[in-house]
Nanobody, 124 residues
Framework: QVQVEESGGGLVQSGESLRLSCKISAITQDTAGVGWFRQAPGKAREAVGCISVAAGDTWYVDSVKGRFTFSRDKVKKVVYLQMDTLTPDDTAVYYC?????????????????WGQGTQVSVSS
């Protein structure tokens, strides 16, 4: 099974930026798409968006459009989440997950391999 590992989380102040990385152990038919999710304290996990590994097509949830950007390095097998203009509402554990679908969207059941998550904390 594909292994997925997030990194890059930390504590930042409101308005600052952070870049998360999602390292994938292998690019296979099961890793056509990579999604990012987050879970804030006391809340359900929600989708942030996703990116197709081959073409780089993206989808973002409305709350992060214009602030978050996905990119990928197919050689390094890493997907990045660049987060700008962070606010305390972005505080959460961030997860990445792989899918056999190019742009699987927000449905968690379309993702098969998940990482352990990385904590992002934004202070006001």
């Amino acid at each position: 099974q594909v292994q997925v590992e997030e990194s890059g989380g930390g504590l930042v102040q409101s308005g600052e930026s952070l870049r998360l990385s999602c390292k994938i152990s292998a690019i296979t038919q099961d890793t056509a798409g990579v999604g990012w999710f987050r879970q804030a304290p006391g809340k359900a996990r929600e989708a942030v968006g996703c990116i197709s590994v081959a073409a780089g097509d993206t989808w973002y949830v409305d709350s992060v459009k214009g602030r978050f950007t996905f990119s990928r390095d197919k050689v390094k097998k890493v997907v990045y989440l660049q987060m700008d203009t962070l606010t305390p509402d972005d505080t959460a554990v961030y997860y990445c997950a792989t899918s056999k679908w190019n742009l699987p969207g927000p449905a968690e059941n379309l993702y098969t391999s998940w990482g352990q998550g990385t904590q992002v904390s934004v202070s006001s």
